[in-house]
């Protein structure tokens, strides 16, 4: 057992201040991992506070972690002393029930390990994530990283990108689909690049007029202002999917209307009751609303790989471990574009 530094908080009213915590000795299949850049993600905030009703304290928050190796477990075969990896939302699962053996980890039937939060198999405890100097993760859940990339700027994507990539992916999003993506935050941006990245037509649906001009310079065709009813009924029955990254309740049923018979809006921000769902929205053209959490390890191996083709990467504003409360507080006014990433050699 090592121990490493890290910054966590003793209870959702505590502030994250500089702590000292243990990794486990380095077993055959782990990977151990100095981390380089940490990104800050609204569910970290979510977690600290105990929103969720499952916090454990202390909790060390962060599973956007991009590292160097500096040791390896003697049965490791995939990664060498030197490379640049990175680890996401999971760090194990029992890689035998049929969604691991099908490459859905997130959705392991015996439970998968979260990076942070979840039940420690190996120290007991809980799991404490990639606000810290090390961690020390199974071989099967290490991520290579392109090395083409602006490296601080891939952090994000072990998150936002993967959340958003995954469904795109899922419903076949390609070369000429007219593809909405709802809300520009931290997933919404990601979506946007994807979607243009795909060959879709992107448009950006967004209750702001402010951001219409970041939109199409993040790579939206088009932006619709969502509050006027007249820009959102021109088009209506015309979108083959829509990307809802809106991370609060709110009335779904403007956004259905826009989506062509048998046509899907995945939901992957809201994470809580959704109320008045019209029934005819989804009977009347067969229209379908659905949701989405994160992507398996390989799926995620392929968004990295597919960021590397096409030189995707998060808009991230870069700060110091010691503003990391200052940054939770702008976060949820979000006052950030797009994603704050936490540079590791600050603690």
């Given at each position: 057992m090592k121990e490493v530094k890290a910054y966590?908080?003793?209870?959702?009213?505590?502030?994250?201040?500089?702590?000292?915590?243990?990794?486990?000795?380095?077993?055959?299949?782990?990977?151990?991992?100095?981390?380089?850049?940490c990104g800050v993600c609204h569910s970290d905030i979510h977690a600290k506070l105990n929103d969720w009703g499952n916090a454990k304290y202390p909790i060390v928050p962060g599973h956007e972690i991009i590292g160097k190796v500096t040791a390896i477990g003697s049965n490791v075969s995939k990664y060498q002393v030197g490379d640049l990896v990175?680890?996401?939302?999971?760090?194990?699962?029992c890689q035998?029930?049929?969604?691991?053996?099908?490459?859905?980890?997130?959705?392991?039937?015996?439970?998968?390990?979260?990076?942070?939060?979840?039940?420690?198999?190996?120290?007991?405890?809980?799991?404490?994530?990639?606000?810290?100097?090390?961690i020390v993760v199974r071989e099967e859940f290490v991520l290579k990283v392109p090395t083409n990339l602006d490296t601080k700027a891939v952090a994000p994507l072990l998150c936002a990108g993967i959340t958003t990539y995954s469904p795109l992916k899922h419903w076949n999003v390609k070369k000429g689909?007219?593809?909405?993506?709802?809300?520009?935050?931290?997933?919404?941006?990601?979506g946007i690049k994807f979607a243009a990245a795909m060959g879709a037509e992107t448009v950006m649906i967004t209750t702001s007029e402010e951001k219409a001009k970041d939109a199409k310079r993040l790579g939206a065709n088009q932006v619709i202002i969502s509050k006027d009813e007249n820009q959102m009924k021109e088009h209506n029955d015309s979108f083959d999917f829509i990307l809802n990254t809106i991370p609060v309740g709110h009335d779904v049923n403007?956004?259905?209307?826009?989506?062509?018979?048998d046509c899907t809006m995945?939901?992957?921000?809201?994470?809580e009751p959704l109320e008045n769902v019209h029934g005819a929205n989804l009977i009347l053209r067969r229209k379908k609303l659905a949701g989405s959490l994160i992507g398996g390890i390989k799926e995620t191996q392929e968004?990295?790989?597919?960021?590397?083709?096409?030189?995707?990467?998060?808009?991230?504003?870069?700060?110091?471990?010691?503003?990391?409360?200052?940054?939770?507080?702008?976060?949820?006014?979000?006052?950030?574009?797009y994603r704050f990433v936490i540079d590791m050699e600050t603690l």
């Open positions: 966590g908080a003793q209870d959702k009213d505590a502030p994250l201040k500089e702590m000292n915590i243990n990794r486990r000795d380095l077993l055959d299949n782990d990977v151990s991992i100095d981390i380089m850049y990175g680890v996401g939302c999971m760090v194990d699962s035998e029930c049929s969604a691991c053996k099908e490459d859905q980890e997130m959705w392991c039937e015996n439970g998968s390990t979260s990076t942070y939060n979840s039940k420690d198999p190996h120290l007991g405890g809980h799991t404490l994530g990639g606000y810290s100097k090390v689909d007219k593809v909405g993506i709802v809300g520009l935050g931290g997933l919404g941006h990601m403007p956004y259905l209307a826009l989506l062509k018979r995945c939901l992957v921000g809201a994470i968004m990295l790989d597919f960021c590397g083709e096409h030189n995707i990467t998060s808009d991230i504003e870069m700060i110091d471990m010691q503003d990391i409360n200052n940054a939770f507080e702008r976060v949820q006014k979000n006052d950030v574009k």
